[in-house]
């Protein structure tokens, strides 16, 4: 699934006296079964960049295509749709819902995609076995380890079996053991043919063996090296 | 099943699951709202049982009723005019009735005295069959009295097997007990004392020859009106009430108290709507994280305006049901006794009576136009603001 | 007649109405004012969320709409309890003018309603939302009519006079004649019988021939002849099949089998009807849309099983329809 950006920008509250150009002029193409990183300072666009390839929000103008389909411009319904089949999301402090259980929230991507209550257990099941959190199954996410609620996330983002997975700032709130651990696992689902893209400034991450491509960002505008 | 609807089906669960997170927030709208809704159902139950009270009482009353009027005041009517009518064409029979009050200062109890023929009264045969125990005396004897279950109770306590009542001038006159009406007959009979007819004027000292009214029984139900308005043309100085009249009246009384009280409901209501829509509005910042994520995570705005739908469908559903439950257990067994001070005067038909109302989809259907549509409206905008959250809400640094 | 509680009901259905409609006009006017698809300033993103607004308002006021005209039918019938002359609700809709053109514009709602709902479900399956301005115009033109719905309805509760005995000796006779009166008189019933039957032949007919092979033309005639069916249905229930309902040969009214005397048999009868009438009417709504950007696929479909449905739905309306009249023809009456 190639992704391609065409001098994309994105302005926040435009026409406003606080008007602020996020993403400026991107042109991008990023390829198959590759881990990318964003990098740049807070601030730099790189989280705003990483929305616009997740179809969060359409960018103010440039073309975002998704396998030979143009994304920017869809009304949101069918951004929804396209989220729903093709992307998996890891956010900056997971957002895991914390009453909710680790099951229940690992299902939530599939409740609107109509499988049985049956289907959604059993691929919930697989993943928790997958990243040892069976255990953990019918216990509120608000009272697991912050390891365990890492692997909760991520469970959550392949749920769907998407070809693309979006972290953002995977693991500022990780110590060094646990962002190591995190990078493995995204090492191992590249290995099983995931295209990754992850924004983030710790050289723990951009620095990992798995990286294909370091995206450097500064004022919304990206320095490929 | 098709994914469509196993996506709902999901999405309600997810909405009970939600539902039940926020307990203590629905929980009190749901108090609240099953509160206005018992109010608005224990008035339409008790207009309900008022109204099925006044039919039950009307299908014994014959087609036409006459009364005499005499300076605007009820009269009692000559025996000769029941001659008078003899001419009409289609009057299958007509009874004259002896009946009026009668105070028992001992007990403090009021009963209802009546005399009349039965023997002439179409479907008379059937007083035997509604009779507990003993026989209604033969027509012709004099001195026996068939009497209700109110009556022999304070009876009883008073010890005795006679009935012994005192005529105007306190002279006494005593009753056998020739019969008592069945406990199933009470919202008719419980006060009611039959008399021969002559014996009911003796105890009111009725002039003979005279009776309390007149009922004339009409063979075929078309022709009523026309009859009516013979009668009327013919003996000027009567009022004659046609048994339809009588239901029609009933009905507008009830409905517009009824409808009175339900205006006075309509601030309590707005009060509610008000405060639903304050509760649906305000979003906490974890529901709009919630609702952020799940968009996120792929789902749409009519997903998230479907789990406000459920939401809404569950707790009016539930609060209906709730209000409409202590409704009825508040009319039926409590005798609507919260609404006691506002009810008195609205025993037309009888001071002690028992409500029992039969609901059927009409009384629900008022209920429901009464308390959850306006509910529903008020939470629809609330609804359609939370499912328009931006997606990027959950995002950092945005 | 206004306070008695079924009045009170038909005025708070009224208002919701009023109240949810007049929102989503209020947005719809936004949207005609500043849809532009290929614009991504915050307001076009503000006016696909009115959208969503709107059509939510749009379902709801539908859902009231189909509840009033409940209401107003029972409504019709507690007032024939207080109205001189009125046996039933058809008596008390005949008591003035207003009644009968109220229900009429009451059932018209309903099907307008419905129309718009169906266009907005089909104009979201396309990824360029292609009827946004019609469907907006459409509602707007939607407001004269709610405003009829309402005009007429307080018209004609105000124009109903209770009859109440006078403590005088003036007393008011209505007139009781034979059962009452009837909707619709002189019409025989085996001509009725006869066209019903073969209109529904007719029909399935023409949506067979549908779902064979498409052609513009069959679709017209198919919607047109579910409208004319509709009507026919509503005749014969009156003039025919209810009075087996009734097991009385002269009362003849289409409302008093909602009641619960009856089972609420109408209910089972009128809700396949209406919804089956309204499926086959949206068959030629749809139509002129069928080559719209990206709707190639998505009316065809949506066409093919609306024309299923209510082919379903009437042979359920005619069989619940000609049971009581078969049951009386072979059990002879008194079964």
């Known amino acids: 699934m190639l992704i391609e950006l065409d001098r994309v920008s994105k302005t926040y509250n435009q026409g406003l006296p606080n008007e602020v150009a996020a993403v400026r002029e991107v042109t991008l193409a990023i390829a198959d079964n590759a881990m990318t990183c964003l990098r740049g300072a807070s601030g730099c666009g790189k989280s705003t960049l990483l929305a616009i390839i997740g179809c969060v929000f359409q960018p103010t103008s440039g073309r975002v295509t998704v396998a030979g389909k143009q994304l920017a411009r869809l009304p949101d319904r069918f951004l929804a749709l396209h989220r729903r089949q093709y992307i998996g999301f890891i956010f900056q402090r997971f957002n895991v819902l914390p009453a909710l259980t680790v099951q229940e929230n690992i299902v939530l991507p599939l409740i609107p995609l109509g499988l049985t209550p049956q289907q959604m257990r059993e691929r919930a099941g697989i993943l928790m076995e ?93 320095h490929v090296s | 099943m098709d994914s469509g609807l196993r996506k709902h089906l999901n999405i309600l669960d997810y909405t009970l699951l939600s539902l039940w997170r926020r307990r203590l927030k629905n929980l009190s709208i749901l108090l609240v709202f099953a509160g206005v809704i018992f109010l608005v159902a224990s008035f339409e139950l008790v207009t309900q049982a008022l109204t099925e009270t006044a039919d039950r009482a009307l299908r014994n009353v014959p087609e036409i009723t006459l009364q005499r009027l005499s300076a605007g005041r009820q009269e009692t009517v000559p025996l000769t005019y029941m001659e008078r009518l003899r001419g009409i064409f289609g009057i299958r029979e007509i009874v004259p009735r002896v009946w009026g009050y009668y105070f028992d200062e001992v007990s403090g109890a009021n009963y209802t005295v009546m005399g009349m023929d039965r023997r002439r009264m179409p ?16 027509p012709e004897e004099r001195g026996a009295a068939v009497i209700g279950q109110g009556v022999e109770t304070v009876l009883r306590q008073k010890g005795g097997s006679l009935l012994s009542l005192f005529r105007p001038d306190l002279s006494q006159v005593s009753f056998e007990i020739a019969g008592v009406f069945a406990p199933a007959t009470d919202i008719l009979t419980s006060d009611l004392i039959v008399l021969h007819p002559e014996d009911a004027r003796d105890l009111f000292r009725i002039p003979s020859g005279m009776a309390t009214d007149l009922l004339v029984y009409v063979a075929n139900a078309d022709e009523v009106s026309t009859i009516a308005r013979k009668i009327a043309t013919l003996l000027p100085d009567t009022r004659v009430l046609t048994r339809t009249q009588i239901r029609k009246t009933y009905q507008v009384v009830f409905g517009w108290r009824s409808g009175f009280a339900s205006v006075c409901l309509l601030t309590a209501l707005t009060a509610f709507v008000i405060f639903a829509w304050d509760k649906a509005s305000g979003l906490s910042p974890e529901e709009r994280r919630e609702i952020s994520v799940l968009k996120i995570l792929g789902w749409e705005t009519a997903d998230i305006l479907a789990i406000r739908f459920w939401e809404g469908l569950l707790v009016a559903g539930l609060a209906f049901v709730l209000g409409c439950t202590a409704a009825y257990v508040h009319v039926v067994f409590y005798d609507a006794s919260l609404f006691r001070p506002v009810l008195v005067g609205w025993s037309v038909i009888r001071p002690d009576l028992r409500l029992l109302p039969t609901p059927e989809l009409a009384n629900f259907l008022l209920i429901f136009c009464g308390s959850v549509l306006p509910y529903l409206a008020a939470t629809v905008i609330p609804a359609w603001r939370s499912a328009s959250v931006p997606a990027e809400t959950a995002l950092s640094g945005m | 007649m206004f306070l008695n509680s079924w009045s009170i009901a038909l005025v708070i259905c009224g208002l919701v109405v009023t109240f949810l409609m007049g929102f989503a006009a209020r947005s719809g006017i936004r949207v005609l004012f500043h849809w532009n698809p290929d614009s991504d300033a915050n307001r076009q993103i503000q006016l696909e969320n009115e959208i969503w607004l709107t059509s939510t308002l749009v379902e709801c006021a539908l859902g009231v709409q189909i509840i009033s005209l409940v209401v107003f039918v029972l409504a019709a019938d507690f007032y024939s309890q207080a109205i001189v002359g009125a ?15 109220a229900l009429i514009v009451k059932i018209g709602g309903v099907f307008f309603y419905g129309f718009w709902i169906v266009l907005h479900q089909l104009d979201i399956r396309s990824e360029h939302y292609p009827l946004v301005r019609l469907k907006y115009v459409y509602l707007l033109l939607l407001l004269p009519f709610l405003a009829l719905d309402l005009t007429l309805g307080v018209l004609y509760v105000a124009g109903l006079h209770p009859d109440i005995i006078t403590s005088c000796c003036a007393v008011v006779f209505g007139e009781t004649a034979g059962g009452g009166p009837n909707l619709l008189s002189g019409w025989s019933p085996r001509l009725s019988l006869s066209l019903f039957y073969g209109s529904a032949l007719a029909l399935l007919a023409i949506g067979i021939v549908l779902l064979v092979r498409w052609r513009m033309w069959a679709s017209l005639l198919f919607s047109s002849l579910c409208l004319w069916f509709f009507l026919l249905a509503l005749m014969a229930v009156t003039t025919v099949f209810s009075s087996y309902i009734y097991a009385m040969p002269f009362h003849k009214c289409p409302f008093c089998i909602l009641k619960a005397e009856y089972h609420y048999i109408g209910f089972l009868l009128y809700v396949p009807l209406f919804l089956g009438a309204f499926l086959g009417m949206s068959v030629i709504v ?3 849309l069928r080559s719209l950007d990206g709707l190639e696929e998505v009316v065809p479909r949506f066409q093919k099983r609306a024309v299923v449905s209510c082919l379903a739905l009437l042979l359920v309306f005619v069989g619940v329809a000609t049971y009581p009249y078969l049951r009386y023809l072979i059990l002879g009456g008194e079964g």
Do not use: Y
């Open chain 1, 130 to 222: 997958r990243f040892g959190i069976v255990h953990r199954r019918a216990f509120p996410a608000g009272q697991i380890s912050g390891g365990e609620l890492q692997r909760v996330a991520i469970a959550r983002a392949l749920v769907n079996d998407p070809p693309l997975i979006l972290a953002d700032e995977p693991t500022a709130h990780l110590d060094s053991r646990l962002s190591n651990e995190f990078m493995d696992c995204l090492a191992e689902l590249k290995a099983a043919g995931k295209t990754i893209i992850l924004t983030s400034h710790d050289p723990l991450v951009t620095g990992h063996r798995a990286v294909d491509q370091v995206i450097d960002m500064q004022d919304g505008r990206i």
């Open chain 2, 123 to 138: 479907g008379g045969k059937e007083m035997d069959l509604a009779l507990a125990r003993g026989d209604m005396p033969d």
């Open chain 3, 87 to 101: 046996m039933c609700a058809t008596g008390s809709l005949l008591a003035n003018n207003f009644g009968v053109p």
């Open chain 3, 286 to 288: 749809a139509e002129p």
